[in-house]
């Protein structure tokens, strides 16, 4: 069983950075599939970024090369760059994986519902 904690979420003006941080325990990290996914307030849940067990990164289309999504097997961590930040970034973040398995089709990994496991989110806020 994974556990996911995440941290590094705070209050930011347009235009700062912010790095998002989350640990997991409990599972072969290296062979984790790690994604990043945010929902603010009456919207959905939207993906961010993954960083595949194979090394492979995807983002979501908002992000325009602004986030970088990184993993440190050595820590058992993942990290979410995010650097000029807007208002409409301001969402809970959540740190979610998926056990690495026989594939279960092309671009699995922008629906939630196929990771296992997930965080408790952290908040990020950006003010204009």
């Known amino acids: 069983q994974v556990q996911l904690v995440e941290s590094g979420g705070g209050l930011v003006q347009a235009g700062g950075s912010l790095r998002l941080s989350c640990a997991a325990s409990?599972?072969?990290?290296?062979?984790?599939?790690m994604g990043w996914f945010r929902q603010a307030p009456g919207k959905e849940r939207e993906f961010v970024a993954i960083s595949r067990s194979s090394g492979n990164t995807y983002y979501g289309d908002f992000v325009k090369g602004r986030f970088t999504i990184s993993r440190d097997n050595a820590r058992n961590t993942v990290y979410l760059q995010m650097n000029s930040l807007k208002p409409e970034d301001t969402a809970v973040y959540y740190c979610?994986?998926?056990?690495?398995?026989?594939?279960?089709?092309?671009?699995?990994?922008?629906?939630?519902?196929?990771?296992?496991?997930w965080g408790q989110g952290t908040q990020v806020t950006v003010s204009s």
């Open positions: 979610a994986a998926r056990l690495s398995r026989v594939r279960i089709g092309s671009n699995w990994y922008l629906t939630g519902a196929n990771y296992e496991y």
């Open positions: 409990g599972g072969t990290f290296s062979s984790l599939g």
